[in-house]
């Protein structure tokens, strides 16, 4: 009789943990995460068994809980004059969600000259690098339509022609040469007491950007001129995308934008969409995937913005969502967010075993393929007179 009623206990504890793992929508999200995260990077000769497992948790979920899975969301935005460090933080969610600011550079003095014809000029004889794959850099020979090293003047005019829509790497030296660029980008604003880590400034021609990539640390990008188009998945089902990585889940750099496993999910996913005209800014976290586009000025046919970038990997690992197991969503017995990090990393051994061991080892080290030691930038030549300059700071 005991050993009966025992077995009946058992039976329906385990139907009450099963009835709660799976009643709500964050917790089948937890659960879809937990079996398809591993099994997809250590059975890769089943993938199509775990996509297709993808695939169906999905579209029930769009059947059972369609608010979870609308096709669009909504990103939080400030007003500059309502702006603030403490608001920026607290819309965030202390760094882990994307926050659009409108207006927080529009009486910067880049927002009336940067891509103007004397702007050009003023610059035309900076010598813009071509970098490729072949320079021992990690930008793709795609990105990069320029074949060989040319001045300011030329890559513009290229950029008005058509010739060569995307940003080249070699932009990147711009600001170390011409400090006096700096204070016209009224990054000020942005009240960072300790600046950025490292800046760039992009000069780019009107159509498709980026193709669907994230960074392991958080940036602001700040639009002077023409209309930069954001997409950005969900925050919340940027990890699907993580093994599809080549360098691993805690690896950062490009997602090809014809990869079968983002076509396959993409039309599942919810995105934000975010035009970011002259004198807006968007705070983008780590870890998060997007792409972008450009619209060029009516005028000029340019769009010229720039990226603050603060930190890296080492000290954002605890900002994402992604990485943290949506510790808000953790279930309770095992992966509670009063846990320590360690332990709810436990559960997607994936993250702990590849997510230190690639973060801290496959990541090239600063100063090594590119990268400079004082700027998280690609580039060949040091930007730290500029940093330095400018009071910035790790």
């Known amino acids: 009789m005991k050993v009966k009623l025992a077995w009946h206990l058992v039976g329906g504890l385990l139907s009450a943990a099963l009835f709660g793992a799976v009643c709500s929508p964050e917790r089948r999200l937890t659960l879809c995460l937990h079996v398809y995260v591993p099994c997809a990077n250590y059975m890769p000769w089943a ?3 775990w996509m297709q497992m993808l695939e169906s948790y999905f579209h029930f979920e769009r059947w059972l809980s369609p608010s979870q899975f609308e096709e669009t ?18 819309l965030s969610e202390d760094g882990r969600l994307p926050v659009v600011i409108r207006g927080l550079v529009r009486e910067a003095s880049a927002c009336q000259e940067a891509g103007q014809p ?3 000029r003023r610059y035309g004889n900076f010598t813009v690098m071509a970098m490729t794959l072949g320079k021992g850099l990690h930008y793709n020979d795609s990105e990069v339509k320029v074949s060989e090293d040319t001045n300011f003047s030329e890559y513009v005019a290229g950029l008005q022609r058509g010739e060569t829509r995307r940003y080249d790497a070699g932009m990147d030296t711009m600001l170390s040469q011409f400090p006096e660029i700096f204070p016209s980008l009224g990054l000020d604003a942005l009240q960072l007491g300790t600046g950025c880590r490292s800046l760039s400034l992009l000069v780019n021609g009107p159509g498709e950007g980026l193709k669907w990539h994230m960074a392991n640390h958080p940036n602001l990008v700040s639009v002077y001129h023409g209309t930069k188009v954001w997409e950005l998945i969900n925050y919340r089902f940027s990890i699907f995308l993580g093994p599809t990585i080549p360098g691993g889940i805690g690896s950062w750099g490009y997602l090809p934008a014809n990869h079968e496993t983002i076509d396959r999910i993409y039309p599942f996913l919810p995105k934000a969409l975010v035009k970011l005209k002259a004198g807006d800014s968007l705070f983008n976290p780590p870890w998060s995937w ?3 586009s450009n619209e060029g000025d009516a005028k000029t046919n340019l769009v010229v913005m720039s990226a603050c970038r603060w930190s890296d990997v080492r000290t954002t690992i605890r900002l994402s969502s992604a990485l943290e197991l949506y510790k808000s969503l953790g279930w309770p017995a095992w992966v509670h967010p009063s846990l320590p990090l360690w332990v709810r990393w436990v559960p997607l051994f994936r993250i702990l075993q590849d997510g230190v061991r690639e973060i801290m080892g496959s990541i090239p080290s600063f100063g090594e393929t590119g990268y400079d030691t004082d700027c998280f930038s690609s580039k060949r030549e040091a930007c730290a007179e500029v940093i330095k300059s400018h009071g910035f700071k790790h």
């Open 47 to 49: 993938k199509e068994a």
């Open 73 to 90: 969301y909504e990103l939080p935005e400030i007003k500059a004059e309502e702006y603030s460090v403490e608001k920026l933080r607290r």
């Open 118 to 120: 004397e702007w050009v």
């Open 290 to 292: 997007h792409r972008v």
